[in-house]
């Protein structure tokens, strides 16, 4: 197995620049909660091929993930964990006995507009966030992770809704995401993707990650709950609002701007 320390689609420039915006995008999740994940996927797009946007920005997003579980660790949910974890398991397992070709606008429309009724609409029934109903949107989530990977702000917000607590939601976010993109190498490994071909740059794009990872933290520790708490809504919200514009790119309702 050969190992190239570049991808041969990107150039030496580019992959400083992602390198870069892997440590900015982890400073922004672990500061503001959310939002460097798919920040992160937005600048991938443009310049990875298609085939390797979903597999090549889980990788990298389950080593950023973990790096913030581990620096979070005391703080993580193991409750949640513990009913999130098989709906994982599930929803991946049926995301790959399908692995159809799903209509992408209308999960992200469905996306955007359960973020913002998770923010600003009234709170779920407490039985939403039992076993079962953490079960049911882990399931639901990881197997839409396959299609989209743009899940990070449904699960966020579904774990704002749980916790008050900023170290709490931090830490427990970042074990759902671990979980939830593991599947994925297994996943496109199957499928035929090549993840050899980029070991090294995801590998880069972890570590500098970490180091993004822990600014964060730092920033972290300055805010109080309620002003975490406000952030981490406007930066799900615009999150949201930007996947309803997507969607309606995706789906020809109106056209980029460029």
């Known amino acids: 197995m050969e190992l190239t320390l570049i991808p041969e689609v990107l150039s030496p420039g580019i992959a400083l620049f992602l390198l870069a915006c892997s440590t900015l995008t982890s400073m922004i999740t672990a500061s503001l909660g959310a939002g460097g994940g798919l920040l ?46 098989p709906g994982v398991v599930a ?22 507009l359960f973020v913002l009724y998770l923010c600003w609409g009234p709170a779920l029934p407490k039985a939403a966030f039992g076993r079962l109903g953490v ?9 839409i992770s396959l299609f989209v990977g743009a899940t ?38 199957f499928a035929g993707f090549v993840f050899a071909d980029w070991l090294v740059f995801i590998l880069a794009m972890v570590a500098f990650g970490f180091a993004g990872t822990w600014l ?19 930066m ?16 020809g309702w109106w056209s980029a701007p460029f």
């Open 135 to 143: 079960f049911l949107a882990s399931g639901l989530t990881s197997f």
């Open 40 to 85: 992160l996927l937005v600048l991938m797009a443009s310049w990875l091929p298609p085939t390797a946007i979903i597999p090549v920005h889980g990788m990298i997003q389950m080593g950023s993930n973990a790096g913030r579980m581990v620096l979070t660790w005391k703080h993580i949910d193991w409750k949640v964990i513990a009913a999130f974890a």
């Open 216 to 234: 964060g933290l730092h920033v972290l520790r300055s805010m109080g709950n309620r002003w975490f708490t406000l952030v981490f809504n406007v």
């Open 91 to 112: 929803g991946a397992g049926i995301g790959a006995w399908l692995l159809v070709n799903l209509p992408e606008h209308l999960w992200q429309l469905a996306i955007a």
């Open 236 to 251: 799900l919200t615009t999150l949201a609002l930007r996947l309803l514009w997507q969607a309606g790119i995706t789906a």
């Open 152 to 189: 990070g702000p449904l699960v966020a917000a579904f774990i704002k809704q749980i916790h008050r607590d900023r170290f709490a939601t931090v830490a427990t976010f970042a074990t759902t995401m671990t979980l939830q993109h593991l599947p994925k190498a297994l996943v496109f490994g």
